[in-house]
């Protein structure tokens, strides 16, 4: 059994075991997520020894050449001495408004510490204070506001956002680090045509890419497509319509699966109405956010549409075990 060094300690890890599971089998509690290697919060370090391939795979290069990898996806082949990747520091702030943007999304607004920075379209990491849970929840605001927005959705079984939903109110300490992810607005060319597209609280970063965008002057078409499956999961309407009646280039869909769809909108699968509406995407900068088959099968089918794959931005939503 390969041994783990952590922090001056040694862990024994049994076979066919992740580093993230025997470390917490031993009580130890690397930052986590998802467990399946899509939101990166377990990123690690190899101090000594080598981390399988596999633990580097959607790891950048210039990570993985540090010797970066994924604590829950590394099944340790010998041993390693391991250190916490560096993040930024833990956040305190404050609950500054809650309201509810549907049956199933409530929005929160948090006190903007003064030495953070971030891009639209950015996550942070929660963490509950009572037990360390942490989960990942895209930035809906821009470096414009004055506060941090976030759009969570109740998840059956979730503990972190049914506490957020039920128990957090205005006022209290919420606690987190970040920012994290690539997938935002790059101002090089303001004339490109922009497609974003998502499903359910995919629309978060979309909707501060989007924004981020027209603060920077961007000229180019904006299409937004946000889809769900019926008209009553869909929400912030009136305020993407307000933005497309303002801005000559920005063009909003809001798109259902079942039922009639709303003034403007479209009936039909998310993943095949953007390629359909707009034809060739070549040279279109693409963001695409939502739950991973949603994500997965809009990048194949805008691909096949001609967007090049470097120029295909992806926030796939990894929800974690119950």
């Not at 390969?2 to 031993?26: K, M, Q, V, W």
């Not at 001495?81 to 809650?98: F, H, N, R």
């Not at 180019?220 to 309407?237: C, D, E, N, Q, R």
């Not at 707009?278 to 956010?289: A, D, E, F, Q």
Request: charged share 20%; aromatic share 8%.
């Amino acid at each position: 059994m390969p041994t783990i060094r952590f922090e001056g300690n040694d862990y024994f890890c049994a076979e066919d075991e992740t580093l993230l599971d025997s470390l917490e089998r031993h009580g130890v509690m690397l930052p986590s997520s998802c467990k399946s290697g899509a939101c990166q919060t377990c990123l690690t370090r190899a101090l000594e020894g080598v981390p399988p391939v596999a633990a580097q795979k959607g790891v950048k290069d210039t990570l993985a050449a540090q010797g970066y990898f994924l604590a829950c996806m590394c099944k340790p082949v010998e041993d390693m001495e391991i250190g916490l990747a560096s993040v930024s520091p833990k956040y305190a702030t404050q609950v500054l408004a809650k309201d509810q943007l549907n049956e199933s999304v409530v929005r929160l607004r948090l006190e903007l510490p003064t030495d953070f920075s971030y891009r639209a379209g950015q996550f942070i990491n929660v963490i509950r204070a009572s037990d360390d849970l942490t989960r990942s929840y895209s930035l809906a605001s821009i470096p414009g506001d004055d506060f941090l927005e976030l759009h969570v959705k109740r998840v059956p079984e979730g503990r972190m956002s049914t506490w957020l939903f039920d128990e957090v109110a205005v006022g209290d300490a919420l606690n987190y680090f970040g920012p994290s992810g690539d997938s935002f607005y790059l101002a090089d060319k303001p004339e490109r045509p922009l497609l974003l597209a998502g499903a359910g609280t995919g629309l978060a970063p979309l909707y501060g890419i989007l924004r981020d965008a027209l603060a920077c002057g961007h000229s180019g078409p904006v299409h937004i497509f946000h889809a769900s499956l019926a008209t009553a999961g869909l929400y912030l309407m009136d305020e993407l319509r307000a933005l497309a009646d303002g801005h000559d280039n920005v063009h909003y869909t809001p798109c259902v699966l079942h039922g009639e769809a709303p003034a403007g909108g479209m009936q039909g699968n998310i993943v095949d109405i953007p390629a359909k509406e707009l034809g060739s995407l070549r040279g279109y900068g693409v963001y695409l956010c939502g739950d991973p088959p949603i994500v997965n099968a809009l990048r194949q089918k805008i691909f096949m549409a001609g967007a090049s794959m470097k120029d295909i931005h992806s926030d796939p939503f990894v929800f974690a075990p119950a």
